[in-house]
């Protein structure tokens, strides 16, 4: 059964810092892993896929990476603003069952200061 | 192209009645997914469906819920006899028919049940 954790679940920065949001998953077996903001009482939206075959993804300010073998993903987000404030999930689509479930970690509650 | 669209945004519901909640796919897209967030706790599965067809339904409940895509209009979740415990968001998602490791799934605004 895939397990996801987040390390940190909080982070509160000042506006301007780089920053690493982390992932962890059990089950190797994955498609790819798709990371997500969701603000408060919405839905997700989608920032980046990386596909398992791939090392890392870029767009704008943000840059995924993925160590599938040993179950890992990293955000980075660079020069960090206000309005990335949110919570970000990182979720891994599994291989087994069907292939088309992802399972979510509990996420990074995120706060960029001004 | 409008994205994935939920309805209602809202439900209240007392003890006992039937919640359905409504998702339209974005164009295009015949898989759709419904996860449900329950408060301080993270998304879970619930069901995959294809149009007419439940994929994967491992994360569903035994009981009281079911959920179904039929061929014309929008995918249904249903619950029946609702107790305090299924207050939470669901949400729906739908990605193209494409698969493979490219495929992106959309998320809509999810609707937010709450039980009384």
């Known amino acids: 059964k895939q397990e996801v954790t987040q390390i940190p679940a909080a982070l509160s920065v000042p506006e301007g810092e780089n920053l690493v949001l982390n992932c962890s998953f059990t089950d190797s077996a994955i498609y790819n892993l798709q990371w997500f903001r969701q603000d408060p009482g919405k839905g997700l939206t989608s920032l980046l896929l990386?596909?398992?075959?791939?090392r890392e993804q870029t767009s704008g300010r943000l840059n995924a990476s993925l160590d599938k073998s040993s179950g890992r993903s990293t955000l980075y987000i660079a020069a960090s603003q206000p309005g990335d404030s949110a919570t970000y999930l990182c979720a891994p689509r599994e291989v087994t069952g069907g292939g088309n479930k992802l399972t979510f970690g509990t996420g990074t509650q995120l706060k960029v200061e001004l | 192209n409008a994205g994935v669209m939920q309805n209602p945004r809202h439900l209240v519901r007392r003890r006992g009645q039937e919640a359905r909640l409504r998702c339209s796919p974005m164009?295009?897209?015949?898989?759709v997914y419904w996860y449900r967030q329950l408060p301080e706790e993270g998304l879970k599965f619930m069901v995959y469906l294809q149009k007419e067809n439940i994929i994967d339904e491992s994360g569903m409940p035994k009981e009281r819920f079911s959920a179904e895509f039929p061929k014309e209009g929008p995918s249904i979740l249903r619950i029946q006899q609702v107790v305090r415990g299924d207050s939470a968001a669901y949400f729906c998602?739908?990605?193209?028919?494409?698969?493979?490791?490219?495929?992106?799934?959309?998320f809509g605004p999810g609707t937010r049940l709450l039980v009384l």
């Open positions: 164009k295009g897209h015949s898989h």
């Open positions: 998602a739908s990605s193209p028919p494409s698969g493979g490791a490219t495929e992106t799934q959309y």
């Open positions: 990386i596909q398992s075959s791939q």
